[in-house]
């Protein structure tokens, strides 16, 4: 079955840097495109970055524009989320996402808190 695991979430510094992976099995990973959202309590879920199946285009939500890089490696079923100059207001769950012949899947989420 589709499965997805979120790493790398932590406590970091307004300005600091997290690296963010989503380890993916169950499915041909390379044949689907990927997406990071986030979420507060209270909030709904939102797109972060998208990315295509072979990571030759990528989307960004305008708040994270020019700070956060989308990549995956096919070769180890990996998606990542360079995440830089974080702000306060990136404090979120962040969730692995992909979407399989009409049915979304999502990982469990890995929390990351951006406070001094």
Not at 27 to 52: C, D, H
Not at 67 to 78: C, E, G, P, V
Request: charged share 20%.
């Amino acid at each position: 079955q589709v499965q997805l695991v979120e790493s790398g979430g932590g406590l970091v510094r307004p300005g600091g840097s997290l690296r963010l992976s989503c380890a993916a099995s169950g499915f041909i990973f390379s044949i689907f495109p990927m997406s990071w959202y986030r979420q507060n309590p209270g909030k709904e879920r939102e797109l972060v970055a998208s990315i295509t199946t072979t990571g030759s285009s990528t989307n960004y939500a305008d708040s994270v524009k020019g700070r956060f890089t989308i990549s995956r490696d096919n070769a180890k079923n990996t998606m990542y989320l360079q995440m830089n100059s974080l702000k306060p207001e990136d404090t979120a769950v962040y969730y692995c996402h992909t979407r399989k012949w009409d049915v979304d899947y999502w990982g469990k989420g890995t929390l990351v808190t951006v406070s001094s």
